[in-house]
């Protein structure tokens, strides 16, 4: 994809310009970012996710049993019928997970690393529906599927911005609006991380939120030193060999802290270690169960592949590559691999993995690692037979 081609999805801005100007920086509203824009999913069909155990949602009504009440899915069906006329919204997250058409969606972000992708959420509201004024710590894409939602921003905000008092929503105590328009479908506003937002159903509207993930400084802090501690004999120890007679046996002096930091810094430097800490933990899928594959021999797989079978990604299952010197490492769901240099444009397409059949895998399906791979993730369950 040429960076530099204006985009109608970014409201004819290329994507470099977006990258430098928007991302994470500040707003953009784009009038019929995807035009003639229709919902690939209806309310009922919404619903319906809803009552499934697998699927995350949640309900949130303005004026439920307590101001802002928030239930949990699965919902019974009658719970549905129960609702008020209004005020109302139902949530349902990583719709992209279950509705391909909605995965499909994500193709108009290649612009942005598929690592850094969450899910696509997708709302309902009632008329009058909201989730009330707040922030995200991400960046989020809200494309209008259908009706029409007004749509105000404020101030940036952060952990000290004061929130009302409910036990499940972080709602704003104090939302300065400074701007606000109405989206219809196929309209799609940007918000980056920590900016004051507040969407409110004009009519039945559905909303689509691409949103995306980042590691907290903590997570990856506590995460990786947990990956890196597995490689850590128990003998590698503080260690002060040439220590100075000490002046005041209580006190630590600061030498004590540069060999800390030394020591520190001899393992945080480890790139290949955090890399392949980075690329499990940004593959981990959202839902692990989801990601099982069968017992299978490696020449079941490849008759089936000869007589037509055609191996797609699981969309539960994450897929990302990078380079280690002269080798590759394959992040799958969780897991990596390193591989030779020689099979790039495997992992490349294996990534990418739209299709992968008997043309496009080619010469790959007489390649004894190629094969072996290729098996292994549809073990693994990263890859599945596309009819299953
Ligand atoms: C919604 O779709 O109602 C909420 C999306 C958001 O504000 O993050
Ligand atoms: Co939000």
Redesign the pocket.
Known sequence: MNPDIPLQLLGGISARVFLRDYWQKKPLLIRQALPDFQSPIDADELAGLALEEEVESRLIIENGERPWEMRRGPFAEDEFSKLPERDWTLLVQAVDQFVPEVAELLENFRFLPSWRIDDVMISFAAPGGS?GP???NYD?F?LQGHGKRNWKIGQMCDSESPLLEHADLRILKDFQATEEWTLEPGDMLY?PPRLA?C?VAVDDCLTY?VGFRAPSAAEVLTHFTDFLSQFLPDEERYSDANAQPVSDPHQIQHDALDRLKSLLAEHMSDERLLLTWFGQFMTEPRYPEMVVGPELEEDELFSSLEQGAVLIRNPSARLAWSEVDEDLLLFASGQSRLLPGNLRDLLKLICAADALHTENLGPWLADEQGRNLLCELVKQGSLGFADE
């Open positions: 989730v707040h922030f995200d989020v809200l918000l937002h969407g939120s």
